[in-house]
């Protein structure tokens, strides 16, 4: 009875835990990944931190007060991610969860914590600063889950809150059986999801990307320009808009080949990725056409930024692969919501557009 009951608890920690992957992944993938190193460092501490937490508020509870449960299956976990952490990322967990352990109770089942999670940190840390952060992905695994298990158990058999030969008779087996298939499970799943939700981001950033320059494509700037026109009208805040065409962009296929205008192409678009603000949104909107969204700027300065990419494209000189120096101008037309409601921007921004092709060519225009 004592064995089933046991059964169910470890169970039911297992199953908690495996639950917050789900979570744990999304939220990495989606919010945390290509931040800093200390960033995703501190994440990591945090979210394992909750998880050892909820491991021990489901614990089975010994009549003397102490608890078994997985509570290190989480600090395993960041010894298997080490790679995604600082180093020094798994000790500050291992203390985390000494601090909550002692918080839930003082006794001398909060003992053998502390002296469990340290002997499992130093053997792992060590190991994991010689030999094991070289080692594949499968051997980081099968080690951290085997030699974690087993000094879990031995100290929690040597240190535990009950007589040794009582402990290994009622809990070991399952004790150890419930650690590793948690760790193997959580593990895989972890893998499973992280597969998922990259293939979800290439697909969604094949559609809404132009798979030559990286910018967003025609698709995804109407969407953001429409964005940004509703919260202009709700809030008023300042919005322009710049559309970009390269000059006379017809010779220089027929000059020097396609692969030099895509060449051509690509330079265009970093100079413009390269003048604008992180927030600024900008675009290949067709052919040799590109668009910048402004969000809360006025026409002066969006004209301003807008003379700033047409004067650094003029200077440019593009050489192509095989050799040859293509030099290009652009058009720019520039337009603001205060002056063009609603789809009228992009219109007014178009007609701008023209008037520079009209007058010229290699201008700004933003009046008129």
């Known amino acids: 009875m004592l064995t089933g009951t046991f059964l169910g608890a470890m169970i039911t920690n297992a199953s908690v835990l495996v639950s917050l992957v789900y979570l744990q992944q999304y939220v990495y993938l989606r919010f945390i990944e290509g931040k800093s190193e200390r ?10 931190g909750f998880a050892a937490l909820l491991s021990m508020l489901f614990a089975y509870q010994l ?41 839930i109770s003082i006794n001398q089942g909060a ?34 889950t085997l030699i974690g298990s ?30 590793v298939v948690t760790m193997i499970v959580m593990v895989f799943t972890y893998r ?45 805040a300042e919005l322009s808009v710049a559309l970009i065409d390269i000059d006379h962009f017809k010779r220089v296929n027929d000059t020097f080949g396609h692969e030099a205008g895509d060449e051509v192409l690509r330079r265009v678009a970093e100079i413009i990725k390269h003048n604008v603000r992180s927030y600024d949104r900008v675009g ?30 003029e200077a440019a000189e593009f050489v192509t692969a095989l050799g040859h120096k293509v030099q290009v101008t652009v058009s720019i037309g520039v337009a603001t919501h205060c002056e063009s409601r609603g789809n009228l921007l992009w219109t007014k921004a178009d007609e701008r557009l023209y008037q520079a092709k009209n007058r010229g060519r290699n201008r700004t225009v933003s009046a008129g």
């Open 63 to 103: 009549e003397n007060g102490a608890m078994v449960d997985t509570r290190i299956v989480p600090l395993l976990l960041m010894f298997i991610w080490s790679r995604r952490y600082l180093s020094w990322a798994p000790y500050a967990l291992a203390v985390l969860i000494i601090l909550m352990r002692y918080g």
């Open 39 to 48: 960033l995703r460092t501190l994440y990591g501490i945090l979210i394992h």
């Open 284 to 313: 290949r909107y067709g052919g040799e056409e590109f668009m910048i969204v402004f969000p809360h700027l006025g026409k002066q300065a969006a004209s301003e930024i807008s003379e700033r990419v047409r004067q650094e494209i």
């Open 150 to 179: 087993i000094i879990n158990l031995v100290m929690a058999s040597l240190v535990g809150a009950m007589p040794m030969i009582d402990f290994l008779e009622q809990f070991a087996a399952i004790f150890f059986f419930v650690h």
């Open 192 to 236: 499973a999801i992280f597969r998922e939700m990259r293939l979800h981001t290439e697909l969604r950033e094949t559609a809404e990307t132009d798979f030559l320059t990286g910018l967003q494509n025609r698709r995804m700037l109407d969407r953001t320009l429409n964005h940004h026109l509703r919260l202009s009208s709700r809030t008023e």
């Open 111 to 144: 003992h053998a914590t502390m002296l469990n999670l340290l002997a499992i940190t130093i053997v792992l840390g060590y190991l994991n600063s010689v030999w094991l952060s070289k080692q594949s992905f499968r051997v980081r695994v099968w080690t951290v």
